[in-house]
């Protein structure tokens, strides 16, 4: 793992973990169990996944984050590496396990993650050497532990970046004084459906009007098969339609992959259409393959029933 001797554009702050997948009959509910097929270990984390989507559309990306020296940490670090994400800021700790998720995935695409914390899932901000930040265009903390990134947020501005976000359902109440204080740092922030609802239980327009509000200039929110729609504060927005007909197979990742594609196409200084078109495109990609980056290294499919994405933009 060689230093890169150009400073990241994109540093991106957080997780790493390896995906064990399991191909179960039925996803086991409370009180119920599936005996299934182990389809192997996969390298995973929101971060990871954000990071290695963005290196690989030719954005300059550095990851920090935080590993064992178990037998799975420093291949995965290596595995970016190889996808061309500057990993030389990345912490390995002797003492702990790699953080790692449990995925049961069902014939039709369905899935049931478990994440196991295994007490590293991200460096702490002892850990994070302060210079990792410097030049850096945009900064992406994973928003899970919202104080350590609003944090991390603060320095990025500090420092003259911008902040983006990944909101994920789980992670936040809308109304949480942290959160806004997160979103007043932030210029991009992404979220899915299940997030944009706690916005606005109806529309996703609606829903992105009121994070504008909160700070964030671009709003982008993932909608699974209906594809993604971004919202800027002039008032504009871009509509892109998923491609009918894609075979899914797992969708762990498939907004990662959006995130990480959309800020490579900003960091290019390509228009919102195109950085929206790219990120459907790669975040569609992610879907048709086990594993939640296998799409970066093993060729799609060749296109058979699928339609072509297309993009409606809409001007204030
Ligand atoms: N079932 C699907 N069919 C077609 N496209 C999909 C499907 N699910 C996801 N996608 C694509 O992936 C993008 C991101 O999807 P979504 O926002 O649902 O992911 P997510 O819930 O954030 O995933 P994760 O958190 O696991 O990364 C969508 O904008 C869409 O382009
Ligand atoms: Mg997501």
Redesign the pocket.
């Known amino acids: 793992m060689s230093t890169p001797s150009t400073s990241p554009d994109l540093v991106v702050v957080g997780d790493a973990s390896i995906d064990h997948y399991v191909q179960v009959p039925h996803l086991a509910t409370s009180d119920n169990k599936a005996i299934g097929r182990y389809l192997g270990a996969f390298g995973g984390g929101?971060s990871a996944n954000l990071a290695a989507a963005a290196a690989t559309q030719g954005a300059r990306t550095r990851l920090v984050t935080k590993v064992g020296t178990d037998r799975e940490g420093p291949s995965e670090l290596q595995a970016l590496s190889d996808l061309g994400v500057d990993v030389t800021y990345s912490v390995q700790d002797a003492t702990h396990r790699t953080w790692m998720c449990f995925v049961q995935l069902d014939s039709t695409g369905e899935k049931a993650l478990i994440g196991a914390d295994t007490g590293i899932k991200i460096p702490q901000r002892d850990e994070i050497d302060p210079s990792a930040l410097h030049g850096a265009r945009i900064v992406a903390p994973l928003a899970d532990d919202l104080d350590w990134a609003a944090r991390i947020a603060q320095s990025a501005v500090d420092g003259g970046a911008q902040v983006a976000i990944?909101l994920?359902p789980d992670a936040f109440g809308p109304d949480d004084p942290q959160l806004h204080q997160l979103l007043s740092l932030t210029e991009y922030v992404?979220l899915?459906t299940a997030s944009a609802q706690k916005f606005h239980p109806h529309s996703h327009a609606r829903a992105a009007a009121a994070l504008h509000e909160l700070g964030p200039g671009t709003v982008v929110v993932?909608r699974g098969e209906q594809g993604a729609y971004c919202s800027l504060a002039d008032g504009s927005t871009v509509t892109a339609h998923a491609p009918a007909g894609v075979p899914v197979v797992d969708t762990t990742g498939?907004?990662?992959a959006l995130a990480g594609s959309f800020l490579a196409g900003v960091l290019q200084g390509r228009s919102p259409e195109a950085c929206l078109r790219t990120a459907v495109a790669n975040a569609t990609a992610c879907i048709t393959r086990v594993g939640s980056r296998t799409y970066l290294t093993e060729p799609a499919p060749a296109p058979s029933t699928t339609e072509p994405l297309t993009i409606e933009r809409t001007l204030r």
């Open positions: 929101m990944d994920e992404f899915n993932g498939a907004g990662d």
